[in-house]
Antibody, heavy 125, light 108 residues
Framework: EVQLVESGGGLVQPGGSLRLSCTAS????????MDWVRQTPGKGLEWVGR??????????DYAASVKGRFTISRGDSQNSVYLQMSSLKTEDTAVYYC????????????????WGKGTTVTVSS | ETVLTQPPGTLSLAPGERATLSCRAS???????LAWYQQKPGQAPRLLIY???NRATGIPDRFSGSGSGTDFTLTISRLEPEDFAVYYC?????????FGQGTKVEIK
């Protein structure tokens, strides 16, 4: 069964840091790009960032709202992708999902076809 | 950034009725790089439609997608009890990848 499981969420103070993990199973993790998406009641679903795969040099891309504060990395041997969050703000409070990006040989990265159940991050003093 | 608008925010329909959901983009989403997701309370989004009109694996054929350019539609031909949920469109043509604010389909 194809599965993604996020972990690492919790309560953190403004200005603090937190590292989220997403562990994959049931597919060849190293072949895929991976995204992080967050959801808040007020702003809905927001794409946070992406890691490409080894073939594309593990390049990363981020939403403007988190660029310079969040870093995505991955460990293919652990079938995991990570989201390191620093300088956290109250507006970063959300459920964070990791998602697998479907890759089409001819047209490249496409939609997010598999999602984890999410982990909750609360930034509050 | 491509802004996706999903009017109306809520659709009130009865089981068995047809649901037509709209997604409008602020700029062209070329080659149908648009997906639809379903989300139920406490669950992650689930992929329904990709490439504007292709059903994902395991999605019933009562779900269909259409559209191009800036106007896209998700149609549920006959609502089943399990279809009452929130539906989001998402474009993956231009970074940053963006989502609509969602349309809630509720039981009338």
């Amino acid at each position: 069964e194809v599965q993604l499981v996020e972990s690492g969420g919790g309560l953190v103070q403004p200005g603090g840091s937190l590292r989220l993990s997403c562990t994959a199973s049931g597919f060849t993790f190293s072949d895929y790009y991976m995204d992080w998406v967050r959801q808040t009641p007020g702003k809905g679903l927001e794409w946070v960032g992406r890691s490409t795969n080894k073939a594309d040099s593990y390049t990363t891309d981020y939403a403007a709202s988190v660029k310079g504060r969040f870093t995505i990395s991955r460990g293919d041997s652990q079938n995991s992708v990570y989201l390191q969050m620093s300088s956290l703000k109250t507006e970063d409070t959300a459920v964070y999902y990791c998602a697998r990006v479907y890759y089409d040989f001819w047209s490249g990265p496409r939609h997010m076809d598999v999602w984890g159940k999410g982990t909750t991050v609360t930034v509050s003093s | 950034e491509t802004v996706l608008t999903q009017p109306p925010g809520t659709l009130s329909l009865a089981p068995g009725e047809r649901a037509t959901l709209s997604c409008r983009a602020s700029q062209s989403v070329s080659a149908g790089y648009l997906a639809w997701y379903q989300q139920k309370p406490g669950q992650a989004p689930r992929l329904l439609i990709y490439g504007a009109s292709n059903r994902a694996t395991g999605i019933p054929d009562r779900f269909s997608g259409s559209g191009s350019g800036t106007d896209f539609t998700l149609t549920i031909s006959r609502l089943e009890p399990e279809d009452f949920a929130v539906y989001y469109c998402q474009q993956y043509f231009t970074s940053p990848w963006t989502f609509g604010q969602g349309t809630k389909v509720e039981i009338k």
